[in-house]
């Protein structure tokens, strides 16, 4: 494949086929998406390098984990630091295997991998192998925020190895197709884990409000969905006269009690992560950003971009592992924020929204749910739900919502709830037919709930009055939709296109065995999905 470069991880990549030219939509070079390959192909070299049979070492996990959450769609635009990052599983490698490099008759055990013997593979070998890798990097991401906060899997850890060493060296069809869905199996896993890696630190979410609404005064706006780096910046901040407000996925975390016990963690600013160059445009407030999506910031708000954690950007300020956010504070105080408040809106005009319906806070009503179902005052589920982004035709969602049935209740989480979070849709049954369970990974929290409900009703999740209608956009929906594909959930809608990723054959194979399909009309699908059962 002879191009400047090749990437089709994303959603928005070049016309349905892969970036090749000499930069991707996501705004990263040829240059840096070269490092990028050659960063998963080392992390091939090191998997190979671990003795499979044992347990890996935490030390080898992290840097494998690491590496992997390098390389998610809008997380590290820095040549440097991933060229470090490269060098950092190299020396890994090197020591597990110390005595590969000194070998006078090299067997290639630990040789690094190129990736362009992926991307020149024949088209369904590619696509499983970009469907294991694509859902590992997202799954990296869960596994890492769970690290943080002290939880680790040694299965969840060992088989990144085992996918990596498939992705690498595995050329049989039904060896590959089993594991892209065991990739969904150990998700499912690692999700646990960081759900309870999140409720164990922070407790357990319950319903909260949400202003919009900036209070006047210094302010610092944090993004992404490290809790961990939310935590630290609001016990640095206290009693220094400035307020803390979430952006995009880090909404969810006012929900959390003992996140809650800030009172200057005042509200919520802005929405998806699409938006970020418009609306931070002039913000007098600085950014810190703990995870993606990050875009190449603009130059009238670049000298407040401060990343963290595996993010990072040419020219901005990282805050290293130390988690001295003192630059940040000072950037703050500097800038002052906005002489007067505020009264911002959502994208439909609310003032507030509304988050923190885990599966805890909807299972506490499980039986009102259940009595309502049964005497027909609840007539379908919709989990509208997954990434946001900027490609046209994702106002779909939100007319998707409006139009659902008044009797019907709308499940959420992600960022692309944003397209409708501050619609006011009304109650049903004494509960609000517009509920957010959380973040992405909280999908782990909405198959609780569908486990649940298909216990109550002694039947398969595919049986509910429940419909899966999901957007994507980078890495960890892609493990999140391996994870519901291993479940056996059928006939989810996916949109707004459909990933590159999926040649004709595999895309088939989903379609025969699982229903997958792409969006179509909201008036269409919301007739095709309550339909379903009947058929």
Not at 128 to 142: D, E, N, P, Q
Request: aromatic share 8%; proline share 4%; glycine share 8%.
């Amino acid at each position: 494949m002879d191009k400047n470069m090749f990437c089709f991880q994303c959603e928005q990549t070049i016309g349905c086929s892969g970036c090749t030219g000499n930069s991707g939509v996501c705004g990263k070079t040829a240059d840096t998406a070269k490092l990028q390959d050659e960063l998963t192909g080392a992390l091939i070299g090191l998997a190979r390098a671990v003795d499979s049979t044992t347990a890996v070492s935490k030390k080898t996990s992290q840097v494998i984990i690491e590496g992997l959450f390098t390389t998610v769609t809008n997380v590290n635009f820095d040549n440097a630091s991933i060229e470090s990052m490269i060098q950092k599983v190299r020396a890994e490698k090197e020591r597990l295997a110390p005595d590969c490099r000194k070998c006078q008759s090299p067997c290639g055990k630990t040789d690094e991998y190129d990736m362009q013997q992926l991307w020149n593979a024949d088209e369904d070998t590619r696509s499983l192998k970009s469907l294991i890798l694509f859902g590992i990097r997202g799954m990296a991401a869960y596994a890492y925020h769970a690290a943080v906060l002290g939880h680790e899997n040694d299965e969840v850890n060992l088989f990144f190895c085992e996918a990596l060493f498939k992705i690498g060296y595995e050329e049989n069809t039904e060896a590959l197709l089993s594991t892209v869905l065991k990739v969904g199996e150990i998700n499912l896993k690692c999700m646990a884990l960081l759900d309870k890696a999140n409720t164990e630190t922070y407790g357990t979410p319950e319903p909260t409000e949400v202003t919009l609404t900036v209070e006047k005064g210094p302010f610092i706006v944090v993004t992404g969905h490290d809790l961990k780096d939310l935590q630290l910046l609001l016990e640095q901040t206290s009693g220094k006269g400035i307020n803390i407000y979430t952006h995009g996925e880090m909404l969810p975390a006012h929900a959390y009690p003992f996140l809650k016990k800030f009172p200057h963690l005042k509200g919520n600013f802005g929405t998806a992560w699409q938006n970020q160059q418009k609306e931070f445009d002039h913000l007098p407030a600085p950014i810190l950003y703990t995870t993606n999506c990050l875009m190449p910031p603009k130059s009238s708000y670049a000298d407040r971009v401060f990343t963290t954690e595996m993010v990072a950007f040419p020219g901005t300020v990282h805050i290293d592992e130390k988690k001295d956010f003192t630059p940040v504070i000072e950037k703050a105080l500097e800038l002052g924020g906005y002489k007067e408040d505020q009264i911002l809106t959502g994208i439909n005009g609310g003032t507030k929204v509304t988050t923190g319906f885990g599966h805890a806070a909807i299972l506490s009503h499980a039986d009102t749910v259940v009595k309502a179902v049964k005497s027909g005052e609840i007539s379908h589920f919709f989990l509208v739900a997954g990434c946001d982004g900027a490609k046209p035709g994702r106002n779909y969602y939100t007319e998707f919502v409006k139009q659902a049935p008044s009797d019907s209740v709308i499940l959420t989480l992600a960022c692309g709830k944003f397209r409708f979070n501050d619609l006011d849709l009304g109650e049903i049954a004494g509960l609000p037919r517009l509920m957010d369970i959380g973040q992405c990974n909280d999908a782990y929290g909405a198959i609780q709930v569908a486990v649940a409900l298909a216990d109550a009703f002694e039947c398969s999740v595919n049986e509910l009055p429940l419909s899966f209608v999901l957007s994507w956009y980078e890495q960890k929906a892609v493990c999140i939709l391996l994870t519901l594909l291993h479940l056996g959930i059928k006939n989810i809608r996916l949109g707004p296109s459909l990933p590159a990723f999926l040649s004709p054959n595999i895309l088939n194979f989903l379609v025969e065995n699982y229903g997958i399909g792409p969006i179509t009309t909201p008036e269409e699908d919301i007739k095709t999905l309550m339909n379903h059962l009947l058929a």
